[in-house]
C-alpha cells in the first residue's frame, strides 16, 4: 500500500513508472476504509478519484502535469465542491450540494491534485475538538479517548493516518493549527487576503481563511503557492505577489530574528510542552539565529475579544439560514414557526448559543459594551504584533496549552472549550499568517505543536523558519 506521505516520493516514482496514480488512489481509498472508525471523511469520491487518475496518468507521462499531479487532498466540508454535499456537519445543510467550486478548490483541481473527500469538523466550524458533527465526533488517532482538536479535526486525522497527502481546512481562530497540533502534523493559516474565501460557508468572515494541513512544511508550501493570490469573487483577496514558496529552502537561521513573548509562556504552562518549544528556540539560537524577548501586552483580551467578534458575525451569517430560501425547514402553519421550529431543529446546541450570545452582541446599548470594544481590542493586538514585527522576524509560541484532551472533558464547559485558543486567536484577530509544526511528544506520546507567526504576507520567512526547526527537530 502506497504511502501518502511526502507527496515528493511518490510524485518521483510516478515520473519513474514504478507505480500509477491509480495505484496512489487505491491505496489512499484503502486507508480511508481501514481507519473509518476515526471518522474523519463524511463523503469520499471513489468512482470520480478513479475516472480522473487515468487522465492525470498520461500528463505525468508526457510532461503536460501541473504542479500538483499525484497529490490526493482532502476538503473541509464546509469548503464548496461542485456536485458533491458541503455539510458543514449542520443538519441545517445535510443536503445541500453547490453548484461550483470554492477557488481554493478549482485551483487545486487546475493543478491536477486530486480530491478523494470531504471531511469531518465541528458544526459550522464553531469548536475546539471535532465533537460536534450530525456525522459523530472525529477520533484522535493515537488515542480513540481523546480528541484530534477542530475544528478541521477530520481534515488533521486525514493527513495524520496517511489518507491523503494533504487537506484543506479552514482556521478562524486557531481550526488549522489547534488539531494540526494534537495531531502531530503542519498546519498553516495564511495571512487574511492571501487566500479566496469564495466557496467557504462564512462564519466569522473578517476571520476566517482557507489554509492546508500537510504532512511536512515542504508540501505545505507546495499546496499554498497554488491555492494563493487574487480572485475577483472575493472582494477581500489581496492583489499582492505569490512567492513560489517552494523555493524558500530551509537554509539556514542565520540572521533570522527569533521573539520569545512572555505572555504566551505563563506559569501555568504545561512544563512538557513549554520545554519542547524552547527547545526549539535553543536550537534556532545554535544555528546562529538571534533571540528577543518581546511583549504582546493585550493577548489577555484576545480570546473574549475574537469571541465577541466572532459570535456578533455568527449571529448576522446564520440569519439566512431560515428555512424559506435556505438549509433545513420544519413545516408548520405560520411563518414564525415554521422558522422558529427549522432553526430549532436545524442547528445543533454549540451553533445556537453562539447565535443567541452574537444577537445580544448585537443588540441596542450592547453593541457599545460589548461589540465596539472588542474591535477596539482587535486593533490593539494587531498594533502589538506590529510592534514586535519591527524588532524580530518571527515569533514562536507553544499552539496550545495543552495536548490533545479527553473527549467530553470541555464538552459541557463553553468557556474551558474557548480556551484551547488562547494561543491562536491572536494571529486571526491581526490577520497575519502562523504555522503549526510538531516538536515533540508529551509523556503519554501525545503531539505538541510549536507555533510560528510571521508578517503579514511573509510566509516565505514564516516557512523558512518552520522548515529549519522540522530539520532540525528531526
Request: proline residues 6%; negative net charge.
Amino acid at each position: 500500500m502506497e504511502s501518502c506521505t511526502p507527496f515528493a516520493l511518490t510524485r518521483e516514482r510516478l515520473s519513474l513508472g514504478e507505480l500509477t496514480l491509480f495505484d496512489v488512489i487505491a491505496g489512499s481509498l484503502a486507508r480511508i476504509r481501514a481507519r473509518d472508525d476515526l471518522n474523519a471523511f463524511v463523503t469520499v469520491f471513489e468512482e470520480e478519484a478513479l475516472r480522473a487518475a487515468r487522465g492525470i496518468d498520461e500528463k505525468i507521462r508526457s510532461g503536460r502535469a501541473g504542479p500538483l499531479a499525484g497529490m490526493i487532498v482532502g476538503v473541509k466540508d464546509n469548503i464548496c465542491v461542485c456536485g458533491h454535499r458541503t455539510t458543514c456537519a449542520s443538519r441545517m445543510l445535510e443536503n445541500y450540494v453547490p453548484p461550483y467550486h470554492a477557488t481554493a478548490v478549482e485551483r487545486l483541481i487546475a493543478a491536477d491534485a486530486i480530491i478523494i473527500g470531504k471531511t469531518n469538523l465541528d458544526e459550522f466550524a464553531m469548536g475546539s475538538s471535532s465533537e460536534r458533527s450530525i456525522f459523530g465526533p472525529v477520533l484522535h488517532p493515537r488515542d480513540p479517548a481523546r480528541v484530534p482538536g477542530g475544528s478541521s479535526g477530520g481534515s488533521a486525522v486525514a493527513v495524520a493516518t496517511g489518507m491523503v497527502h494533504a487537506a484543506l481546512g479552514s482556521d478562524t481562530g486557531g481550526s488549522i493549527r489547534q488539531p494540526a497540533a494534537f495531531c502531530g502534523v503542519t498546519g498553516l493559516k495564511p495571512t487574511y487576503g492571501r487566500v479566496s474565501r469564495y466557496g467557504l460557508v462564512a462564519f466569522a468572515p473578517s476571520c476566517d481563511q482557507i489554509g492546508p494541513l500537510a504532512g511536512n512544511v515542504e508540501d505545505v508550501a507546495r499546496v499554498l503557492r497554488v491555492i494563493s493570490g487574487r480572485d475577483a469573487r472575493d472582494a477581500t483577496s489581496a492583489d499582492v505577489p505569490v512567492p513560489d514558496f517552494t523555493l524558500s529552502p530551509p537554509g539556514d537561521a542565520k540572521n533570522l530574528r527569533v521573539g520569545i513573548p512572555k505572555e504566551y509562556f505563563p506559569a501555568s504552562l504545561d512544563a512538557e510542552i513549554a520545554e519542547a518549544v524552547l527547545n526549539g528556540v535553543e536550537l534556532l539560537a545554535e544555528a546562529g539565529a538571534s533571540v528577543h524577548d518581546v511583549s504582546l501586552p493585550h493577548a489577555e483580551y484576545a480570546v473574549p475579544a475574537y469571541y465577541c467578534i466572532s459570535m456578533a458575525d455568527t449571529s448576522s451569517n446564520l440569519a439566512r439560514f431560515d428555512g424559506v430560501e435556505y438549509g433545513f425547514r420544519r413545516p408548520a402553519e405560520t411563518y414564525q414557526e415554521m422558522v422558529t421550529r427549522s432553526r430549532t431543529d436545524g442547528f445543533g446546541e454549540e451553533v445556537k448559543r453562539r447565535i443567541m450570545i452574537g444577537t445580544h452582541i448585537l443588540s441596542r446599548g450592547a453593541d457599545r459594551d460589548y461589540y465596539l470594544k472588542a474591535r477596539q481590542v482587535r486593533r490593539l493586538v494587531a498594533r502589538d504584533f506590529e510592534e514586535a514585527f519591527e524588532k524580530v522576524d518571527v515569533i514562536i509560541t507553544p499552539t496550545t496549552p495543552t495536548t490533545a484532551f479527553k473527549r467530553g472533558e470541555c464538552s459541557k464547559d463553553p468557556v474551558a472549550m474557548f480556551l484551547a485558543d488562547v494561543f491562536t486567536v491572536g494571529g486571526n484577530l491581526a490577520g497575519i499568517p502562523a504555522i503549526s509544526i510538531p516538536c515533540g511528544v508529551d509523556a503519554r506520546g501525545l503531539p505538541i505543536g510549536l507555533q510560528l507567526y510571521a508578517r503579514a504576507f511573509d510566509e516565505a520567512t514564516l516557512l523558512k523558519a518552520a522548515g529549519f526547526l522540522e530539520r532540525s527537530l528531526g
